[in-house]
């Protein structure tokens, strides 16, 4: 148990629409980072979240954004959803995002694009 | 080439035995992890390693800053160990978790 939940744990789209999935931190944890892994792969960096900013992007378009609460929760927002968006999204959280800090991450959520 | 390469890719062992799993990367790094995925995506932070060794009940991580490499293995394997072991450095531009491809362990009864 990770205290790290995600929702949902699966969803389909069909391509073009838009999509959120939503992740609660551990309370206290101000540091956020999602991550896309698809099927035999590991998890690729998409960005993160440091007290309500984003602070780091990896090599993915626009049309992924992110957001994130006070209250430790945060949402990723996928638009215009492509074939290729299908894939196990992770949300990972830490208290201050130092490179040397444990992470703790969700179950994920399977996300299929038809 | 990835940052981030893990070997074996697959590996299948028969309950009791030690395992070796293999992490190389190619970047500067602060902290190597070893993480743990299941079956349904789940993923758990292993060890954190910056330098030498670390020991957790079965596992043992050890890393060798100098030859970028670090090495997980498991004594007396079970069955339950059976998972998909990640390897993750903080290499990337941002600060961020560069990870392999993970390996994956299948241990027979």
């Known amino acids: 148990e990770t205290g790290v939940t995600q929702s949902p744990t699966h969803l389909i789209k069909t391509r073009g629409q838009q999509v959120t999935l939503r992740c609660s931190s551990q309370?206290?944890?101000?540091?956020v980072s999602w991550y896309q892994q698809a099927l035999g792969q590991g998890p690729q960096f998409i960005f993160q979240?440091?007290?309500?900013?984003?602070?780091g992007r990896g090599n993915f378009p626009p049309r992924f954004s992110g957001l994130q609460f006070p209250n430790y929760s945060s949402e990723l927002n996928v638009n215009a959803l492509e074939l290729d968006d299908s894939a196990l999204y992770l949300c990972?959280?830490?208290?201050?995002?130092?490179?040397?800090?444990?992470?703790?991450f969700g179950s994920g959520t399977q996300l299929s694009v038809l | 080439k990835n940052e981030v390469e893990q070997s074996p890719q697959n590996l299948t062992a028969q309950e009791g035995e030690f395992i070796t799993i293999n992490c190389s990367y190619s970047?500067?790094?602060?902290?190597l992890h070893w993480l743990q995925q299941h079956p349904g995506g789940g993923i758990v932070s292993l060890f954190m390693?910056?330098?030498g060794k670390k020991k957790h009940g079965r596992l043992i991580a050890t890393i060798n800053i100098q030859e970028k490499h670090s090495s997980l293995h498991i004594t007396a394997s079970h069955p339950r160990d059976s998972a998909v072991y990640i390897c993750a450095v903080n290499g990337g531009s941002q600060g961020n978790l560069i990870f392999g491809k993970g390996t994956k362990l299948s241990v027979k009864p």
């Open positions: 990972a959280s830490s208290a201050t995002g130092a490179l040397n800090e444990k992470l703790f």
């Open positions: 979240y440091y007290r309500e900013e984003e602070n």
């Open positions: 970047v500067g790094i602060s902290a």
């Open positions: 309370s206290g944890h101000n540091t």
């Open positions: 390693l910056s330098s």
